[in-house]
């Protein structure tokens, strides 16, 4: 037997601090603080439209492929381009692998702490297979994508007018034929195993008082590039399409995400799921891997029919757009102004941004109920660590904004 010592490296997501501040018992303040401002946008500001879509998959290790195709579609809306239907529906495909990749991180990676101790499990064998049904379906994901943009990480497809090279679809429909079935089996196992969080150990300090306001872009059958935002208040949806209001996301107690796109397109992974707690955002990403594998056969199986055209070329050199692509933590917009080829403004606003009030809002209601119900300090915080985890936030895209106060 051999040792290798794995030295630390640095990791993509960045980190955050949490400052909590309980006397007597009593939660005086807590404060969620981001990283230092980067402001990625102003990197991109005098650089011609073709490279921009390169340097903004940059911006995350986790969800490059969505920066990618929200760059490349808002440049199109700016120039008036109609990317092919073959290049729409790569797009869509890689944006559901992401989804796949991105949920597995969070679910069996960095939640599956959280679920162990709620859960209590105590097998070394039950944990095992949780990490590794994470780990199986994570390789699935990333070969997929290095089979469409050669790489799983820094991504060369999505471009301005539709794609950089025609993928080959026959070989990424047997790669996801040939392990879709036994990677469904492990899902499947692993939700029925989530569906207990809900009844767990310090569940009750995670329901919701009320329904959140709730913001997606996601379209019918879980289309990721439908490209409408809007919004559930009140227990109705409304599209949002002035500026103003699409801004004003960051000033309130929104939620993007899983939660917001299982309640617009109305529970059609047609399971049961209470939404009154938000353990259940562990199933709902697991029940979004479900459906994104069966969503990923059809969008193959069209590919075959379409022609083989995966490219437009600009038709005018200035304009202005903006764009919505259902990340995997949400919502994720664009918008840029072009003049003679060339960024002169850009803005990009993460679904991490959007829910950094709600994250806030939410943890410091987790802290004040496990206080109310005498926990000790320890498991008050680790409930704290858990709320905020739940979210799956991402760090390295949420440095656009300042401290949270």
Known sequence: MSLKRVHPLTRVEGNAEVAV???????????????????????????????????????????????????????????????????SNVRRLILTMEHVRSHAYNT??????????????????LVYRLFRSGLNIIRLADKVLSS??????????????????????????????????????????????????????YSEVFNLEEMPTLVTSV???????????????EGYWKKLDDLADIEGLLSRSVLTGPFARATFTNL??????????????????????INALSYSMNLLKDLKDLKAHY????QEESGSGRCFVEAPRGTLIYECEVEKSIVKNI??????????????????????????KDLALQDTIENLKTAIRMFDPCISCATHVEVIE
């Open 21 to 87: 501040k309980i006397r007597k018992r009593r939660l005086q303040e807590l404060e969620l603080n981001l990283p230092t401002l980067r402001k990625f946008e102003n990197l991109l500001c005098g650089k011609i439209i073709d490279v921009v879509p390169l340097l903004v998959a940059k911006i995350c290790g986790v969800c490059p492929f969505s920066h990618q195709v929200a760059a490349s579609m808002v440049l199109e809306k700016a120039l008036n381009i109609d990317a092919p239907p073959l290049a």
């Open 108 to 125: 069996f990676l960095m939640g599956l702490q959280d679920s162990a101790r709620l859960l209590g499990l105590n097998e070394k064998e």
């Open 311 to 314: 490219r437009e070329n600009p």
């Open 268 to 289: 059609r992974l047609k399971v049961e799921w209470q939404n009154s707690n938000l353990l259940n955002l562990y199933a709902l990403r697991i029940l979004e891997i």
């Open 347 to 372: 803005k990009i606003i993460t679904p991490t941004e959007i829910n950094l009030p709600f994250i806030k809002m939410f943890s410091r209601n987790v802290v004040e109920k496990s206080l109310a």
């Open 148 to 201: 469409i943009a050669g790489g799983p990480i820094s991504p060369g497809i999505s471009t301005v007018g539709g794609l950089l090279k025609m993928p080959n679809i026959e070989l990424l429909t047997n790669q996801l034929r040939k392990e879709a079935q036994r990677t469904l089996e492990d899902m499947y196992w692993a939700l029925n195993l989530s569906k207990n969080l809900t009844v767990s150990k």
């Open 219 to 233: 379209g019918e059958n879980y289309d990721p590039i439908a490209n409408t935002l809007k919004i559930h208040e």
